[in-house]
Structure formats: structure tokens, C-alpha cells
């Protein structure tokens, strides 16, 4: 899920907001930042949609939309203080198109109304530019009134920019994003559990790669299971062609020099599977008899049966398995030793 953020107006000159005991665009900030940091700690990935500098107050607004309409947003989101002819406003309130009373924006109001700011309600925002213009769900927050004493005093009292902005995660959080990371969870445990059963049953009958190096290669080329190869040809591995007689699949390959640099061979050929179980029994073939040499030597001769994964990953590397240069390094700190990958070996 990705949540768009926009910390109300520019920094300073046109189209700053409003001062009041407090500045708007100071403020809006303060609040936008703290929560923008608490949506990426728990997993979130977040677009910011804040502006510093415009010539013009409507130059501003559509940059802002124009950055929310970039990327497919779950929520954009609006942070604003309000103000008031006699500062006697006082309150939470949040706008939404039509005013739509979606859960996470009325807990917005629930939470701030538990800070003990008045609770003014989700209203219609269809009328504000940013409102109107955004693709995705969209909600306008005016956090209280900056020019109101009371408010300011519950403001400061309650901890100001971080008690808001963990009001505001705490309304959005159960409805856009955990269900969203509990999926991505369960799916990368599935992903592990289909290639180290494959893995682990053909290291009992033939011993070639142990699981969890293979369950970590897995996870590292194909992203999970979710790159263009695995999803397109069943391929977690990506390998070429290479003499194989069966289905393939093409696509550019992207190669990194032993100075670092990348570059692309485009029209490449990989083999492709009709499952992932396939895929993971492929790649231990291909460990076993891989040979450049018409079969006098195999290429991977010291990592077939080799029960030590810190020693499998390095001879991979040592014997050219992938031209990344910091591959085996990824393989035993990025998978294996953080997800556990040995309980399979
Ligand atoms: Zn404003």
C-alpha cells in the first residue's frame, strides 16, 4: 500500500497558511513529517506530496496533485491547521469528497476528540483543489485552529506534533495498512514454505545445494516470487537458455561488471517452468552438471553436498554464479541468517 502525504502549504511566502499562535506551514510539517515516519516503520511505503516553494497559491495545488496522481495512492492525505475571523474556531474537522464518511477519516476525528480537541466531523471537501483532483481517496485533516488559545493549549498539552500524528496513524493504520502487510507476510511465508519443501525433500535424495542457500537464492532473484520471470515462466532462478530443451522465456538480462557498472543484453533466453517445484529442482540439475569444459570439470563442484551455508554461498560466488558482486554477502545476511533458512537444512 502507498500513502501520499501533504504537509499543507509552501514554507513561506504565497500560499503559506495561516499564522496564528502557531505558523500553518511550520506545523503542518511537524505533524506530516512525524507521521509520514511512523507509516514507513510500520511498512508502508509513502509518497511525499509536500511543496516548499511556489509562485502561486493554484501553481501550488496542482504540483501537489500532480505529485499525489504520480503513483497509485491507497490514501492521500492533507495535513492543515486552521484559523478563524474572531480565533474563537475551535476543533478537529477532515474533508473528504462528498464527504464521504470513510472509517479511517471518522477515527481521525474520533482520535483527535480522545486528545480532547472538539470533534467537528468528517464534512464535504469536494469544493478544495486537492480534494477534487486527487485520483486516489483523499482526505483534507485541519488538525485545530492555529489562532485559537484553547487549542493551542490542548495542542501543547497533549505533545503537540507527535500526539497528532499518532492519532492519525492509529485511525488510518487497521484499515490501510495492516491488512496490507499481513498479506505481503503470509504470502513471503508461503513462498518459503512451498521452495524449502521442494528444497529440502531433493537435498534428502540427492544432496546438491543445501535448502536454505537455495531457499535464499530463491527469494533474492525473484523478489519473493514476484519478478517478471517468476510470474511470467515460474522461474525463481533466472537461467539462460543454456542447452535446455524445454519452454523458454524472453526478456533483457541486466549484468553488473567486476568494476560495479551495469549493463543490459537485451532479447536474452530463460528457461521456463510450468511451477516453482520445477524451477527449484532445475536449478539443483543445473548445480550438478553445469560444465564449461565438454563435462572434464563441473563449475560448481565444491558446492554440490556441502552442508555449510556461509561456505555454499561463497564457492556460488567463487565459481561465477552471478556477476553481483556482494551476492554471496546478500545471500547469508539479507535471507538465510535473518529469516532462519537453516531450519530447512
Ligand atoms: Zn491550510
Known amino acids: 500500500m502507498t500513502i501520499g502525504v501533504n504537509c499543507g502549504h509552501t514554507k513561506s511566502g504565497t500560499g503559506s497558511g495561516a499564522v496564528g499562535i502557531i505558523k500553518e506551514s511550520e506545523h503542518t510539517r511537524l505533524v506530516g513529517y512525524a507521521l509520514i515516519k511512523k507509516l514507513q516503520a510500520a511498512g508502508a511505503k509513502v509518497v511525499d506530496c509536500t511543496i516548499d516553494r511556489a509562485d502561486t497559491r493554484q501553481n501550488c495545488l496542482s504540483q501537489i496533485t500532480e505529485y499525489a496522481n504520480r503513483e497509485e495512492l491507497d490514501w492521500f492525505i492533507s495535513i492543515h491547521f486552521n484559523a478563524s475571523g474572531e480565533h474563537k474556531g475551535h476543533g478537529t474537522e477532515v474533508y473528504t469528497y462528498k464527504g464521504r464518511q470513510y472509517p479511517d477519516a471518522a ?24 480534494i477534487r483532483k486527487t485520483k486516489a481517496k483523499a482526505m483534507l485533516i485541519e488538525v485545530c485552529f492555529c489562532d485559537n488559545r484553547e487549542d493551542m493549549e490542548i495542542y501543547k498539552r497533549v505533545g503537540a506534533q507527535e500526539a497528532v500524528a499518532q492519532a492519525i496513524f492509529n485511525a488510518i493504520y487497521p484499515y490501510a495498512v495492516k491488512p496490507e ?7 513471503k511465508l508461503s513462498f518459503v514454505e512451498i521452495v524449502g519443501q521442494t528444497a529440502q525433500k531433493d537435498w534428502k535424495e540427492r544432496r546438491i545445494v543445501l535448502p536454505s542457500v537455495v531457499i535464499a537464492q530463491a527469494i533474492k532473484e525473484s523478489a519473493w516470487g514476484t519478478s517478471e520471470l517468476a510470474k511470467k515462466a515460474n522461474a525463481l532462478f533466472g537461467i539462460k537458455k543454456n542447452g535446455w530443451q524445454g519452454r523458454t522465456y524472453i526478456k533483457t538480462a541486466t549484468e553488473q561488471r567486476a568494476d560495479g557498472s551495469y549493463y543490459q543484453v537485451p532479447v536474452t533466453e530463460w528457461r521456463a517452468y510450468d511451477n516453482w517445484q520445477q524451477s527449484v ?10 560444465s564449461t569444459d565438454g563435462r572434464k570439470t563441473l563449475r560448481y563442484q565444491p558446492v554440490i553436498g556441502c552442508d555449510q551455508y556461509v561456505l555454499v554461498c561463497k564457492y556460488l560466488q567463487e565459481c561465477g554464479y552471478a556477476t553481483s558482486i556482494d551476492y554471496a554477502d546478500s545471500l547469508i545476511h539479507d535471507y538465510i541468517e535473518k529469516y532462519n533458512l537453516t531450519e530447512y537444512d
Open 181 to 187: 502487510i499481513e498479506k505481503v507476510k503470509e504470502d
Open 281 to 290: 529442482l532445475d536449478h539443483n540439475d543445473y548445480i550438478a552438471t553445469r
Open 107 to 130: 477515527k481521525v476525528c474520533a482520535n483527535m476528540e480522545k486528545l480532547g480537541f472538539y470533534n467537528r466531523g468528517v464534512k464535504s471537501g469536494s469544493g478544495l483543489y486537492v
